[in-house]
């Protein structure tokens, strides 16, 4: 069965902090794929990044990183000079096989960026 | 701007009586749509699944005849929370497979209080 695991619960920085969120999965499938979301307080959530299980190059977008490690089954997401505007609750989640799966999302950070 | 619209974005109602959702795709037809669930402080769990022309499939746990779902187009799909009640206040998102089929387009979410 599928798993996704955020084991930090809460993350609490000040402004222009490096932070990194931790997510673990698991999964019997070798093919599947792999996210990130955020959620503001307004709810809506907001894509971030996918990735699939072929692909294990970690990525950059602006000060966003994202470290894929299939032999740790792990996903992590690295915020560089954290940012007010970063507090959010973010989501790891997971889909398995090809086309249209259900997401099975971790239990969310929620980080939170001090002034 | 938003590839998907869900309305109402919040809603009050009297216990017993029955709230529809909507959630329309903008830019896209897409034949499989997801709705989640996500109570206050926890994660989003998947309700049900829908495909357009067929019988949406729930998850287990999920009332099928208390959260009606119907499909009724490429773009269009509606949430029916029959006979409400306090235990059903939650926050109602949908979502839509992308012509990348992996990626979800998910709606703002409408937030559900049942007094």
């Known amino acids: 069965a599928q798993k996704v695991t955020q084991a930090q619960t809460e993350i609490s920085v000040v402004e222009k902090e490096d932070v990194t969120l931790d997510c673990v999965y698991e999964t019997r499938d070798t093919t599947y794929y792999l996210f990130w979301y955020k959620q503001p307080p307004s709810g809506e959530l907001v894509f971030l990044i996918r990735r699939n299980s072929f692909d294990e190059q970690n990525e950059i977008s602006g000060r966003y990183s994202w470290n894929f490690q299939k032999s740790t089954s792990s996903f992590n997401f690295t915020i560089t000079a954290s940012q007010v505007v970063d507090s959010a609750v973010y989501f790891c989640?997971?889909?398995?096989?090809?086309?249209?799966?259900?997401?099975?999302f971790g239990q969310g950070t929620r980080l939170t960026i001090n002034p | 701007g938003a590839v998907v619209s869900q309305h109402p974005s919040w809603v009050i109602c009297k216990s017993g009586t029955s709230v529809k959702i909507e959630c329309r795709s903008l830019d896209f037809q897409a034949t499989t749509m997801f709705w989640y669930r996500q109570f206050p402080k926890q994660s989003l769990m998947l309700m049900a699944t829908s495909n357009e022309g067929s019988k949406a499939t729930y998850e287990q746990g999920v009332e099928k005849d208390k959260f009606l779902i119907n499909h009724a187009s490429l773009t269009l799909s509606t949430l029916t929370v029959t006979s409400a009640h306090p235990e059903d206040s939650s926050f109602y998102i949908c979502s839509w497979a992308g012509l990348a089929k992996n990626i979800q387009y998910f709606g703002a979410g409408t937030r559900l209080s049942v007094l």
């Open positions: 989640a997971l889909s398995e096989g090809q086309g249209a799966q259900k997401l099975v």
